[in-house]
RNA sequence: GGAGGGGUGGCCGAGCGGACGAAGGCGCGGCGCUGGAAACGCCGUGUGCCCGAUUUCCGGGCACCGAGGGUUCGAAUCCCUCCCCCUCCGCCA
């Protein structure tokens, strides 16, 4: 949620920025705008009415305690109460749909974030390693997940319908190896893992700012008005809501393994195949709560972090910053890793990693007080670390044979009982 | 699922129609005591919004005792609805 003094004050300013992420908001900000002035202007007329039934109201009983019963008051107190009934009811209208437009208007980009449309504008930052050079046609992970008998789509969609997969054997037990693997890495690192609940309460969500714009994206119980997350990022970030936090605490660094659950509405025809976009993919997500001066600097170290899992596991990615039209919600700036994947011949996203400043801090009440005894908004970032289901797929791709087996990269056989090759069924 | 108990400030906890934004304690800050500290003593210390003079410091107002509604001139306090937490029993990994 954005600051409704800054709307107020900077409003040229916000609004043309806001509409670096696309036209629609800057109607948004426009719109509340003009709310904020109506709001305060009832406001400033019901507050009066109110100090002046509180004076009159005191007086009333202060008489009548002497036995002095004044009906000329106690009609004019009646007639102050109709009025304010009116006004009130009109400020709550235009207070409901001010503070609605505000949760549905997305996060300032920072100065530094390149302007642009969509992922195509994107600007790349930086490489790591070399995309292997095969000489044999590389295979699609799924393919290669099939035939070695770790990946059964087909019994997925049995099960669960299109979007879901079974991971059998040595994939099911890569899936575990990596889990442990990344989350052992960023506890060196001084992130204290944590165990979360995987159903959250929609205000939970609201929090991080998935509700109540992306409602449709969400797996939901309805009876139970809860929500499947769609990232470890919903619990960790809301730990804290409504707290505040003492100085000394501050920066907290979390990580977390959960499952995701996602509807990927709006993505019918988008990766069909293979492990890129399920409806459940395993995530060990990485998130930090911070004071303000602090969060560019820890944003810089929460990517080195998740780079961190690629080197170890040595897969070539490319960093890259997202431009101001491919931001997600919530965030201020965004780095994107993206792994390379022989068989799109390109690298693909396996991380997202953002400031979200104080955007859901001001949404769930995040707050830290300051030695100056102030409280303070806190800023929030999260980043994955990694997507689970992408990387095994990144590992097939890139440690492929041509006999159709695959080596497990050195940092990951420890915790495969030192498996060095998967190969093919019979 | 059944039966009870409860949600009050950073935390614990009292209040159960007006003088209550709320006793007391803890914590925190300041001062005193001390060579220094502990203990002790004194003082201060909730949040949000609006308005005004003022960019810091300030003054005034309004709201907030889980949420929403009602009764009343007046509600933390009485009534209704909902949410959440806890305890016991049952069931269960």
């Known amino acids: 949620m954005l600051d409704i003094k800054l709307i107020r004050k900077h409003y040229e300013k916000v609004r043309k920025r806001i509409a670096t992420r696309g036209e629609e908001y800057a109607k948004l900000v426009d719109r509340v705008y003009e709310l904020d002035r109506r709001k305060r202007e009832l406001q400033k007329e019901v507050e009066n009415l109110r100090a002046l039934l509180n004076r009159k109201s005191k007086e009333y009983g202060r008489l009548k305690r002497e036995g002095k019963e004044d009906e000329t008051l106690k009609g004019e107190l009646a007639k102050i109460k109709e009025t304010l009934k009116g006004l009130e009811e009109e400020l709550k209208r235009v207070e409901e749909e001010l ?3 505000l949760l549905r208007i997305p996060n300032l980009p920072h100065p530094s974030v390149p302007v642009g449309e969509d992922e195509n504008d994107n600007v790349e930052v930086r490489r790591w390693g070399e995309p292997p050079k095969f000489d044999f046609e590389p295979k699609p992970h799924w393919e290669l997940g099939e035939r070695l008998g770790i990946l059964d789509f087909e019994r997925g969609a049995k099960l669960s319908g299109s979007r879901f997969v079974v991971k059998r054997g040595l994939g099911a037990r890569l899936v575990r190896a990596l889990i442990n693997f990344m989350l052992d890495l960023h506890g060196e690192r001084g992130y204290v893992e944590m165990y979360v609940p995987h159903l959250v309460k929609p205000e939970i ?31 960790l970030t809301n730990l804290h809501r409504e707290e505040i936090l003492k100085e000394e605490d501050l920066p907290i660094y979390y990580t977390a393994y959960t499952p995701c659950y996602r509807r990927e509405a709006g993505s019918y025809g988008r990766d069909i195949k293979g492990l890129i976009r399920l409806h459940q993919f395993d995530k060990v997500e990485l998130v930090k709560i911070t004071k303000p001066e602090d969060s560019y600097e820890e944003l810089e170290k929460l990517v080195a972090d998740a780079e961190r899992v690629l080197q170890e596991l040595e897969l070539p990615y490319r960093v890259v910053e997202l431009c101001t039209g491919d931001l997600g919600f919530s965030a201020a700036k965004t780095y994107d890793l993206e792994v390379w994947m022989p068989s799109y011949n390109r690298y693909r996203e396996i991380s997202s990693c953002s400031n979200c400043e104080d955007f859901q801090a001001r949404r769930m009440k995040l707050r830290y007080k300051s030695k100056e005894g102030k409280n303070i908004l806190c800023h929030t970032l999260n980043g994955s670390g990694l997507a689970v ?13 041509e006999d159709g087996s695959v080596v497990i990269p050195k940092a990951l056989r420890p915790y495969l009982g030192g498996i060095e090759v998967i190969k093919p069924q019979k």
């Open 99 to 101: 503070n609605d437009l």
């Open 205 to 235: 969500l609201v929090g991080t700012g998935q509700l109540p714009k992306f409602e449709e994206d969400l797996f939901k119980c309805e009876r139970d008005n809860l929500y499947l997350i769609p990232t470890a990022e919903v619990p």
């Open 389 to 401: 289901g992408r990387t095994l797929a990144a590992i097939l791709e890139n440690y492929q044979q």
